[in-house]
């Protein structure tokens, strides 16, 4: 019986001073090891490790992806309108030893990250106007929001991730000015706009006349110039003519004259012994 005793006791204090010395770190965490509140050594592989008892310690953090929710608090666009943000942020700490040194814990962590984060909204919301954040610009905004945030926070040995703003809305008195203020933009400018589509409409209308104009004058003057040059050369034939056998050509005129002037059905009364008749009156003899 009191050698059971003696094992159990021996059992019980193999236990502790097991406890006291050895310990397990898992794949979701990483520790930092100190002595006397001094930071010794970072174990970040998973598996079996151990540590001087009694003096020194293990902090253990998570090295899983983080999640941060901010507060919403009020930013001033650069054309100064009032907007309240709610915004995210996703993180990891990357380097445990700062970490533990700057923020020590995750509270702290997120205090911290609130304040940074913020202040990079506040700054690049600052230099845009409300138009420009609402109308799609919000992408390019967190980007430059996250890469702030990621350089500021790397002292603390967190990385972030990513930033997203939630919600980013105006305060509510405010809110039925400003978009009555940018309903009536919107109409001064689809108004400009109108204009200057007709003002087009009318100058192209106005050159497309004088085009038509153009081209109908060339085609009138071209047609006049071929007409001359008809009648030129009928007249040249006329005379040729003429000076081959004057009697034939006289005789071709006054045919053409009958042609014209005595149609189906006409009646012409004209003076006895008048000459533009006289090749009808002649018989054979």
């Known amino acids: 019986m009191r050698n059971l005793i003696a094992a159990l006791v021996v059992l019980v204090l193999f236990g502790i001073l097991a406890d006291a010395v050895l310990f397990i770190i898992d794949e979701r965490e990483q520790v930092v090891v100190t002595r006397l509140g001094e930071p010794k050594r970072t174990i970040v592989e998973p598996g079996l490790n151990w540590k001087a008892p009694f003096v020194e310690q293990v902090h253990s953090f998570d090295r899983r992806l983080l999640f941060s929710d901010a ?10 309108k009032n907007l309240i943000v709610d915004n995210f942020a996703r993180w990891k700490i990357v380097d445990p030893l700062k970490f533990l040194r700057s923020v020590q814990t995750i509270f702290g962590a997120q205090s911290r990250l609130d304040d940074i984060i913020y202040a990079a909204v506040r700054e690049e919301l600052g230099k845009r106007t409300l138009e420009e954040i609402v109308s799609g610009e919000r992408d390019q905004i967190m980007t430059a929001v996250t890469d702030r945030s990621r350089t500021d926070a790397a002292d603390l040995g967190i990385e972030v991730v990513d930033v997203r ?14 978009f009555d203020r940018m309903r009536a933009e919107r109409a001064r400018q689809a108004k400009e706009y109108r204009a200057e589509g007709e003002e087009v409409a009318l100058k192209i209308k106005a050159e497309t006349d004088l085009e038509v104009t153009r081209i109908q004058s060339n085609a009138f003057q071209k047609a006049q110039f071929i007409r001359g040059q008809g009648d030129a050369e009928a007249l040249k034939i006329y005379a040729d003519a003429f000076q081959q056998d004057p009697k034939f050509y006289e005789f071709q005129r006054t045919l053409e004259a009958y042609e014209k002037t005595l149609g189906q059905g006409t009646t012409v009364v004209l003076p ?3 000459d533009f008749f006289k090749y009808l009156g002649q018989s054979k003899k």
């Open 165 to 178: 703003i939630k919600r980013a809305d105006l305060p509510e008195e405010n809110k039925k000015n400003v």
């Open 71 to 80: 507060d919403p608090a009020p930013i001033y666009t650069q054309d100064k």
């Open 272 to 274: 006895l012994g008048t």
